[in-house]
């Protein structure tokens, strides 16, 4: 907030927003009259109801002092650090609820004790160092006279765009953010998407054709947009309306939706302008602070921005140890599962080794696994495949409270055992314990301090993985089924080496369990380790320039891109971008869970407010979106 202000630009940050304090944070005094005494009470939460006019709701307990507040009464929302942030108002109306009453004021004036960088809204139960989200922390604010209302702006729609924001990748990751933007923008943006592929939505996760690769979470809890948590599930139904939220779909249904969000969000974005190239982004001149940034693709053609989202979703599998070059160069090892031809190739094949035993040997084991398919063998350090979701919807249990502070890895797991523990107790299994923690891992994960969060990488982060990120029910039981008939064997070993031997590839084999060593001979090697996302791992022109140049560095685990809280890069000289930002899977590391549609569709929503609000004085007021 500036020293003494409210405006439109404010208030296209916080219209809609509901923002929670902790009891205790926040102080309403309440001021009757010049000569009677003021009355100070704890607020338990302060939601925003209105930015036109500006008016709060505070809800205070409804004991005998509140119930006889005059009608001219004015009061001061005082929070953050020893109640430096304030809101000044004037009494509109006050509602009985329930033990409590609600103070409805409006706004004339309120101060921020940390211009530019303070949160002060939005705080986890523990506390305001755990945030379980947080309001972008770059809002910018205009004046008005206390006392005053806030002052109306005529807008007409531009002729032309006055800001642009472009978006690297079409895969979700990038729609997500596109339909956000198009949806919340004033007229005036234009929004240009960036993709060297030829279609824009499904990405390399939702692309695939195949049938029997499904979605790892049922259709009712495919959530891409947070204030509409049920719009994929109505798309679905309107072809299908015997679908139920239980069901796991086929991951192409996903990117079709997507494909068909994005054009419709276009067809209704009255004013903001989308534009799609098909090119490849190689580089990024950031040119002077304030300024405009330029991204140049390798057709030659630049595109000049306000501001810049990276939406790279998953890159390729690392290179794996023991693989010789002289296979590595032959069509005899497959470097990505997911390029062009690599599954048809390996369909006549007699043996092959699927190197990894995560999701990505899951799908291709099930596209391989048909008849007159290969023998397979999957190999890695744990030999442990994903588990399987239950045959009901996935519950929630009782929520997981998050600790006062900094926790350790050692207690947080105890916490886990004695929630499955709890779970059993009720008659439920273990997945509704994994499943409680979602809402809160990411801020469990920053509560651990850097050497916990090594620990949990190298030592337990697989066996996370098989119980949080499971499969289909339909899938775990076509994958037993290619075990049951020796189509499929998983094995715990590491490669030593793998070479050409005449027209077959020799492995030689160390198993987990034992020092003892074995040798295969297989028609084809597939690198199933799944996706990297450090940057200095990555195979990707843009990526390498924006180490080269220092706008982008590894995160201090070395696994994903370094960024803050808003996704913001974070240069080789530690300075934080202000026009360069990353989405979904690069914020691994930084975050634990990043990957996922829900992750994502809520990093989309905060990403898009942020970018708008920072450009709220060229833009003007946001839409409002209504929640369906």
């Not at 930015?51 to 119930?67: F, I, K, N, Q, R």
Request: proline residues 7%; glycine residues 10%.
């Amino acid at each position: 907030m500036d020293e003494n202000g409210m405006g439109p630009d404010l208030e296209t940050r916080f219209a809609g927003l509901t923002n929670r304090l902790p009891a205790g944070s926040a102080a309403v005094t309440i001021r009757g009259s010049a000569d009677a005494e003021s009355l100070t009470l704890a607020a338990d939460s302060l939601t925003v109801l209105s930015s036109e006019p500006p008016l709060l709701a505070v809800s205070v307990d409804s004991g005998a002092p509140v119930t006889e507040i005059p009608e001219s009464a004015r009061f001061t929302v005082q929070f953050g650090e020893g109640g430096a942030g304030r809101f000044e108002c004037a009494l509109e109306n006050t509602v009985p609820a329930g033990d409590h009453r609600l103070l409805i004021g409006r706004v004339e004036a309120m101060e921020d004790p940390e211009p530019g960088g303070h949160r002060p809204l939005l705080f986890n139960r523990s506390g305001s160092s755990l945030l379980v989200g947080h309001l972008p922390s770059k809002v910018p604010l205009v004046d008005i006279s206390p006392g005053g209302a806030p002052p109306k702006v005529a807008r007409e729609a531009p002729s032309e765009p006055v800001a642009t924001i472009a978006i690297v990748g079409g895969g979700a990751s990038g729609t997500l953010t596109a339909v956000q933007l198009l949806r919340r923008s004033a007229p005036g943006l234009r929004v240009v998407l960036v993709e060297k592929s030829e279609r824009v939505g499904p990405g390399v996760a939702y692309g695939t054709e195949d049938e029997q690769h499904r979605l790892n979470v049922p259709a009712g809890q495919m959530i891409g947009l947070p204030d509409r948590p049920y719009d994929f599930l109505e798309w679905v139904r309107r072809e299908a309306p015997e679908t139920q939220p239980q069901e796991y779909l086929a991951r192409r249904v996903f990117g079709r939706y997507l494909v068909d969000l994005l054009d419709r969000t276009i067809r209704e974005s009255a004013g903001v302008a989308f534009e799609r190239i098909r090119a490849e982004a190689i580089g990024i001149d950031a040119g002077e602070p304030g300024g405009l940034v330029t991204l140049e693709l390798d057709d030659g053609r630049e595109v000049r921005a306000d501001r810049v989202v990276l939406a790279l979703g998953n890159g390729r599998p690392s290179e794996l140890p023991g693989i010789d070059p002289a296979l590595a160069a032959s069509e005899r090892y497959v470097a990505d599962p997911w390029s062009p031809g690599a599954i048809e190739q390996a369909l006549t094949d007699e043996a092959v080794l699927l190197i990894g035993t995560g999701l990505t040997t899951v799908d291709m084991a099930i596209s391989l696994g048909g008849p007159g398919g290969p023998e397979m063998q999957a190999v890695s350090r744990h030999g442990l495949l994903p588990r399987a979701h239950g045959d009901t919807m996935p519950v929630r249990g009782r929520p997981v409270a998050l600790p006062d502070d900094r926790c350790s890895l050692t207690e947080l797991t105890s916490r886990l055992l004695t929630e499955i523990a709890v779970a059993g107790a009720r008659g439920e299994d273990w997945r509704v314990a994994f499943d409680s923690l979602r809402p809160i891992t990411n801020d469990l994960w920053r509560s651990l301090d850097r050497r916990d969060q090594k620990r949990f990488l190298s030592d337990l982060s697989r066996i996370w993985g098989v119980h949080r990120h499971r499969m289909a029910p339909r899938v775990a039981l076509r994958l037993e089924r290619l075990k049951v008939n020796r189509r499929l064997r998983v094995r715990a070993a590491s490669i030593i080496r793998a070479e050409l031997e005449e027209e077959r590839v020799a492995v030689q084999l160390r198993m987990s369990n034992s020092e003892t060593e074995e040798r295969l001979l297989v028609d084809r090697v597939i690198n199933c380790t799944g996706p990297t996302w450090d940057p200095r791992r990555l195979d990707q022109p843009l990526v390498g320039r924006l180490l080269e140049g220092g706008l982008l560095r590894a995160d201090a685990l070395g696994i994903g891109f370094d960024v803050d809280d808003d996704g913001a890069l974070i240069g080789s000289d530690a300075v934080t971008s202000e026009r360069i930002f990353a989405i979904g899977p690069p914020r691994n590391g930084v975050l634990l869970e990043t990957t996922a549609v829900p992750e994502i569709g809520q990093q989309a929503e905060l990403l898009a407010d942020l970018l708008l609000s920072g450009l709220a004085r060229t833009l003007g007021r946001a839409r409002e979106l209504s929640v369906a």
